[in-house]
């Protein structure tokens, strides 16, 4: 009965701008599109001699990473650099909580630096939402993936990498294949692509990994990937955890790439023009196989130079909500970054 | 010799079908006299209720205590007269010693009396039994082994017998750990939404059978504690029914909030057993109205570094005592429960579950409770006697003042 701050609303100024990037779930179409034309533009600027742009000059962004990964927080190191940014890598998993500290004394810690902005990786779903709600205001947070909850950039530049290669996202039917029940990729998948009108998105594995609770998100669940291939403009490929044997989710890696792994007949059952896009770092021959990953079809290393351009979107347009939010309780600060917009 | 009159109180008690204005008469903590209003002899102490309801105290069926004297005195404001306390206490109570130091440790606070629970096995590790007749000589009121697993079900079985043998009451929870392993929630579409690993309803129910038909073999008298599904309510029903002699109880964090609540990744609703479905919830409630459950505050104050952590690595566990009742009356001003049924779950059951003394009787030290039923409380943090401030009603509108707490003959609280 008692009645919580709406966790999709923590990320939105009063005036609806985008403060935080913690979940796709709750943004409005407007937004989400805004994040992709911003993106967009970006690409643009990806191919020049001269990357950077000046938007986040005298900032400092702070990549928090509580598990380790070496793609996402190289393109977020990447895209804060081309905004002009300081960036201050911590390594947490390796460090700080070894040592006990807990996360609320690490985040004061950082706090104490006068860092702007934390893109914070996590186990625990729901650990950048908890941050965001703790940091002082003015702080921005964006989420490079809490627990199973979400990954919002990852989902953002798939949305981007459909509307660059189909045209839009309206319309279109999009299959995810694999490990539903462990992916924060296919959640935040999944609420934007219903937000941006996408005709139909089906979830497809084995019961042990795709939960029944899924179609209370809006997808349609299928056991078998050749009935749930058929037809689709889009297929998505999850990455394989090798712990999902021991876990008793799976028999073998045999047995799942036979099953549901991509593969070039499997795909023929799709649209003639779908495409096909994997997250990464994709398990060859576990859940794709190699003529699929480098086919004609793949736009999987696309994907990932979109990542530098969404990320530099929602970075820019956090930072930017921050600041007007603050000049908004404190009308004597210079908002910091109006002088470089102009 | 000291007596104290309660005027124009609103009596209620289920257990002798006792529902009038009185007057109650105290002398030397012994209930001597009920008489209709006005009627009691003159006595130089009187405090007047002002038609306020005047109820048998609650006795709470568990609470996780490590404080002593902020808990009990939360138990006293909040109107709880006898609180039996989970062994999973520091230290953890699975000797005789650990025994008298808590009972030390309540009389030195004179607030709520407490009825210290010993641990079924050594160190609460569910392997080798702990010596359960000595702590029931030492004054246990009942064993438990406070949600942590007992080994096997051959473990299980010999608990049983043994408690059997020696005529103790023994409670038990439900939860088949290899099935909730690492759960943080309840199962279903909100822990899906937010990614965190789900409790199954099974995990749940599936303990209850086995621990059902070990109860059928040895015979032995268990309660359940904390059920939070509605089909183990009908499991209790039927058990019941068959002649088991089986009891159980609700914590009232599950019939007042749902998984919904986890939303907000709120770490305050991060309790065990988790808050489930609001079918659950109406099941439970509905347990509740035909006398089937018992409700159980299921106290457990955390201090703000356990709550301040995404949610699934926050410490488990709400601080209810000081809000239960007013909580269960908000509940009945609702209309979700009857008042009649929730003075018997909170109170009358658990009595005679105990083997106490159930409701307001004659010669009896008195447990009772006078409370505003219909007035608005706002609790808040400060307000709060727990070292726990981590109460899911804080500046939330409620009803039930407590204004008067007696706990076992003495008096522990008056607004």
């Known amino acids: 009965m008692t009645r919580h701050s709406d966790p999709t609303q923590v990320q939105l100024t009063a005036d609806g701008r985008l403060k935080h990037f913690l979940t796709t779930e709750g943004l409005s179409k407007a937004l989400l599109t805004e994040i992709l034309d911003l993106a967009d533009s970006f690409i643009s600027t990806q191919e020049r001699a001269v990357k950077k742009v000046p938007l986040l000059r005298g900032k400092t962004v702070v990549n928090l990473f509580f598990e380790n990964s070496t793609r996402t927080r190289s393109t977020f190191e990447l895209a804060a650099k081309r905004l002009s ?42 650990a950048a939402h908890f941050i965001a709600e703790q940091v002082t205001p003015g702080v921005a947070i964006i989420n490079a993936g ?106 073998s890696e045999g047995e799942y790439f036979k099953l549901y792994g991509l593969t070039e007949a499997k795909l023929a059952l799709a649209k003639p023009d779908a495409i096909v896009m994997h997250p990464g770092p994709i398990n060859r021959g576990v859940e794709i196989d190699s003529a699929v990953a480098d086919g004609e079809q793949s736009v999987i290393l696309n994907q990932v130079s979109y990542g530098i351009a969404v990320r530099m979107a929602v970075m820019a347009m956090a930072m930017s909500g921050q600041a007007s939010e603050q000049s908004a309780v404190d009308k004597t600060l210079p908002n910091p970054t109006s002088g470089e917009n102009a | 010799m000291s007596t104290l009159t309660l005027t124009h109180a609103q009596i209620l008690d289920p257990s002798q079908q006792l529902k009038q204005f009185s007057d109650v008469v105290i002398v030397d903590g012994l209930i001597t006299a009920i008489t209709a209003a006005g009627q009691a002899a003159d006595s130089a102490n009187v405090f007047n209720a002002n038609q306020a309801l005047l109820l048998p105290g609650l006795i709470d069926l ?56 010993g641990a079924l096995t050594q160190g609460l590790e569910g392997d080798q039994l702990a010596n359960m007749y ?19 079900a051959l473990v299980l079985r010999r608990i049983m017998e043994y408690a059997t043998t020696h005529d103790m009451l023994i409670m038990l ?129 955390q201090d703000i570094a356990a709550k301040k952590a995404p949610f699934a690595a926050a410490e488990a566990g709400m601080s209810i005592l000081d809000t239960w009742l007013s909580m269960m009356l908000t509940l009945v001003n609702k209309g979700e429960l009857t008042l009649d049924a929730t003075v018997n779950a909170s109170s009358i059951m658990p009595a005679k579950i105990l083997g106490l003394k159930a409701g307001l009787q004659l010669k009896q030290l008195a447990n009772l409770v006078v409370v505003n039923q219909n007035a608005e409380v706002c609790y808040s943090a400060d307000s709060l006697a727990s070292a726990g401030k981590n109460s899911p009603v804080l500046g939330e509108p409620l009803v039930g003042e407590v204004q008067l707490t007696f706990s076992a003959g003495r008096e522990v609280y008056r607004a």
């Open chain 1, 146 to 251: 809490d627990g199973r909850h979400a990954h919002p950039t990852q989902a953002m530049l798939d949305m981007l990498t459909i509307r660059r290669h189909k045209g839009t996202i309206e319309g279109q039917t999009v299959a995810i294949v694999g490990d539903i029940l462990h992916s924060r990729v296919a959640r935040s998948q999944i609420h934007a692509l219903i937000t941006l009108g996408a005709k139909e998105i089906r979830v497809i594995g084995p019961a042990t990994l795709v939960p029944k609770e899924m179609a209370d998100l809006g997808a349609k669940i299928y056991f078998d990937i050749e009935q749930g291939l058929a037809d689709v403009d889009v297929v998505i490929m999850l990455r394989l955890q090798k712990e999902r044997m021991s876990d008793a989710l799976l028999p």
């Open chain 2, 173 to 301: 929870t439900a939860e088949d750990f290899d099935l909730s392993a690492n759960g943080k929630m309840h199962e279903g579409p909100t822990a899906n939404r937010l990614g965190l690993t789900g409790i199954a309803e099974i995990a749940e129910t599936t303990s209850l059978a086995q621990q059902l038909l070990l109860v059928e073999l040895t015979g032995c008298r268990v309660h359940f504690s904390q059920l939070s599904c509605g089909r183990s309510v009908d499991m209790i029903r039927q058990a019941q029914a068959q002649g088991l002699p089986v009891t159980a109880d609700v914590a009232i964090a599950n019939l007042m909030f749902t998984d919904l609540d986890v939303n907000g990744f709120d770490s305050t609703f991060n309790v065990q057993p988790p808050l489930r479905s609001e079918q659950d919830r109406q099941a439970l409630l509905a347990g509740i109205n035909d006398g089937t459950l018992a409700i159980c505050s299921n106290h457990k104050a």
């Open chain 2, 62 to 117: 568990s609470a996780h205590v490590n404080n002593v004297a902020s808990e009990t005195l939360a138990a006293a404001q909040g109107g709880v007269s006898l609180l039996c306390t989970q062994p999973n206490s520091k230290p953890i109570v699975d000797t005789p010693a650990d025994v008298s130091l808590l009972q030390l440790a309540s009389v030195k606070a004179n607030n709520s009396q407490l009825l210290p629970m």
């Open chain 2, 134 to 152: 000595s702590l029931k000589q030492a004054g246990c009121i009942a064993l438990s082994n406070a949600r942590a697993p007992i080994k096997n």
């Open chain 1, 85 to 126: 940014a300081d960036i201050l890598n911590l390594d947490i998993a390796s460090s700080a909580t070894s040592k006990g500290e807990t996360l609320m004394d690490t985040l004061w810690n950082l706090e104490a630096m006068y860092s702007d902005m934390f893109v914070v990786r996590h186990a625990d779903s729901g």
